[in-house]
């Protein structure tokens, strides 16, 4: 079984749509994360998620909105898609903060293209 | 805040050679260190982590790294790469204790020359 599973892998869409992003853990971590990678690579953090609870949100268009129903699920939608949007966006989770693994397991990534 | 900087955007080795990564952070305190591994369309993958105690850690893949506190660095080596250690190698830093969100590095991508 996949730990961390991201559907879907790729997506191909036209400036201006809505699109949604689904994220599901079976590991039983708390904490939940998207991550963004740019087109050099670049990871950065965008939104934390620990116990259904957002706990960070960096500086993030709000057209980018996470959703939790529950510890085991992170999604993200996101509305009226830009050029600039088109990257791979990375779930990952971990246990609690502060814990003292600090390990993050992420799942294989979702390629956004927006044309 | 803390920050991290791979000095190499590639590295380029023969396969048998040995390797070596860079790494430095910037952190006030006592970090969290990590090395991920991303295989083409893959998602990143942990090597080894420094949390405390020995400065030399053993990771997966016959990776180690060496914690040197007074040079900020947390450098990532391997004494005879693989064609299948092609890969793109994230350095990241975590704050020990309180809020943990890792912070990484913008990468290193390793091409392995037969």
């Known amino acids: 079984d996949t730990a961390v599973s991201q559907t879907p892998k790729y997506l191909v869409t036209q400036m201006g749509n809505d699109k949604s992003i689904k994220c599901e853990q079976n590991?039983?971590?708390?904490?939940m994360y998207w991550y963004k990678q740019d087109s050099k690579k670049f990871l950065k953090i965008m939104f934390s998620?620990?116990?259904?609870?957002?706990?960070i949100n960096e500086t993030v268009p709000n057209r980018f909105s996470p959703k939790s129903p529950d510890k085991a699920h992170l999604n993200l939608h996101i509305n009226s898609l830009e050029l600039g949007d088109s990257a791979v966006y990375f779930c990952?989770?971990?246990f609690g903060l502060g814990s003292n693994t600090g390990e993050l397991f992420f799942g294989e990534g979702s390629r956004l293209t927006v044309l | 805040a803390q920050s991290v900087t791979q000095p190499d955007i590639h590295i380029t080795v023969s396969e048998g050679a040995s390797l070596e990564l860079r790494c430095n952070y910037s952190?006030?305190?006592?970090?969290?260190l990590f090395w991920y591994v991303q295989s083409p369309g893959q998602g990143l993958q942990l090597l080894l982590k420094y949390f405390s105690g020995d400065t030399l850690v053993q990771g997966i893949k016959g990776f180690e790294a060496e914690f040197k506190r007074s040079q900020s660095s947390f450098n990532l080596r391997k004494p005879s790469v693989h064609w299948s250690d092609a890969a793109e190698y994230f350095c990241?830093?975590?704050?020990?204790?309180?809020?943990?969100?890792?912070?990484f590095g913008r990468g290193t991508s390793l091409i392995v020359h037969p």
């Open positions: 990952a989770s971990s």
């Open positions: 998620y620990n116990n259904k609870e957002l706990i």
């Open positions: 952190y006030g305190a006592t970090p969290y």
């Open positions: 990241a830093v975590g704050a020990s204790g309180g809020s943990y969100i890792p912070t």
């Open positions: 590991l039983g971590h708390d904490t």
